[in-house]
Every structure is written in C-alpha cells, then in structure tokens.
C-alpha cells in the first residue's frame, strides 16, 4: 500500500514566484484534504475535496492560493504569486469515505520562501 | 523581536512507564474521534479513533478513552518505548461538517531511555 504521496518533499522558491505542489491520494479514497502546518497556527484545514469536487475552500488564505482535483488520483495545490508568510509545510491527505473515517496524510511537502 | 508559537504541551515519561495524553474538545456535536501520531519529517499518523457511542476502545499498546460529560478524551500508552517519543494530536469530527476534521495543538512525548 503505497499510501498518500507527494512531491516535491522541499521547495525554496523566491518571493513572487508560483508554486505548485502535488498529492497522489490513496486508491479508492474518495475525500482528499490540503492542510498547512506552521509552528504559530498548528494544523490548518485549507481545502477539501469528496469525489473530486471542492466541498469546502474556507480555508484557503487568500485568492493567491488555488487547489484542483482533475481526477482522482491526482491534486495540485498552487500558490502565485508566492510570499515570505507562505512558508510552511503543506500536507496532503485522503480518506476513504466522508464521514467517520481517518485521515491519512501524505509526508508533506516543506516549503520556504525566501 | 521574540517568536510567538503554539505552546505544545509537554510529557516526558521514563522507558517502560505508561503515558497518558489529554486532549479537551470544545464541539458537544462532534461525535467521530482521532488520535494522530506525528514524528519529525513526517506527516501525522493515525493510531486509533473512536465514535461518541463508545466509551473506551483499545489497540495494540494504546487505549482512548472519551468522557462526553466534560468533552475529554485521553490516549494511554503501555509500556511507552523511544519509538513512542513524537507529538500526538486529538481531531474531532462531526456529521454536521461532513468529516472537516479539526485538530488539536498537540503534545509533545519525550520518552527517556
């Protein structure tokens, strides 16, 4: 079982630039999750996604942060234009139903903006 | 100028000893449970959950118990080893929010060899 996986593991980008990082879910899962972790705010839900569908983007900071889920083995989380503030780590994660099921997440992906 | 970050809580237990970790939730209608495990590097890890229709439920080495009176619930680790050493975050969930899992700050478990 290969499990969440995604890419790139480490990005340092400079300020103004995009960013676009990647998830593979788990087969047969059919919600899929971007959380953002930072030493201030902990674990930030930013998006969600059931039958590849955006359910909720409450989460998502501002219009500079889009995320898409073309089908239901891949997502993409993009950031354009990317600031200092951005840096976090960005985790992916999917589930196999809607409700009462865990989460399991991805390594995430580190990303720094200098 | 000083960093202001989420004060983890902290537990250091002794190789051996069990350990017990607390977390209070603040949602009465969330009724789905999750203890995660997260180790440097690496993304959270799922240990064990438990529904609101139960009070106890048992693992491998790890127990949770869920006290809905008083929003509580608490992770108990037999027999804690190094291994056990990471931060270990509750996350609630309800019906209503339709498995929008909300976590916890986590704490921190130090296990001394």
């Given at each position: 079982d290969a499990g969440v996986i995604q890419s790139p593991r480490h990005e340092v980008t400079e300020m103004g630039q995009e960013v676009t990082l990647r998830c593979k879910p788990i087969s047969g899962h059919n919600s899929l999750f971007w959380y953002r972790q930072t030493m201030m705010r902990g674990l930030e839900l930013l998006i969600y996604f059931n039958n590849n569908v955006?359910?909720?983007?409450?989460?998502?900071?501002?219009?500079?942060f889009s995320a898409k889920m073309p089908n239901a083995s891949f997502s993409t989380l993009k950031i354009q234009?990317?600031?200092?503030?951005?840096s976090a780590v960005y985790f992916c994660a999917s589930s196999?139903?809607?409700?009462?099921s865990p989460l399991h997440f991805g390594n995430g992906t580190r990303l720094t903006v200098t | 100028g000083e960093s202001v970050g989420l004060h983890l809580p902290t537990l250091s237990v002794q190789e051996g000893d069990n350990s017990i970790i607390n977390c209070a939730y603040s949602?009465?209608?969330?009724?789905y449970f999750i203890w995660y495990k997260q180790e440097s590097g690496k993304g959270p890890q799922f240990i064990i959950d438990i529904r609101s229709n139960m009070d106890k439920r048992q693992g491998q080495r790890v127990t949770v118990l869920l006290n809905k009176t008083v929003k509580h619930l608490s992770l108990q680790i037999a027999a804690?080893?190094?291994?056990?050493s990471a931060v270990y975050f509750c996350a609630e969930n309800t019906a209503y929010n339709n498995n929008d899992m909300r976590f916890g700050a986590g704490t921190r478990l130090t296990v001394k060899p």
């Open positions: 955006p359910i909720d983007d409450s989460g998502m900071p501002e219009d500079r234009p990317s600031e200092p503030r951005d196999r139903d809607t409700y009462n | 949602n009465s209608a969330s009724d804690t080893q190094p291994g056990d």
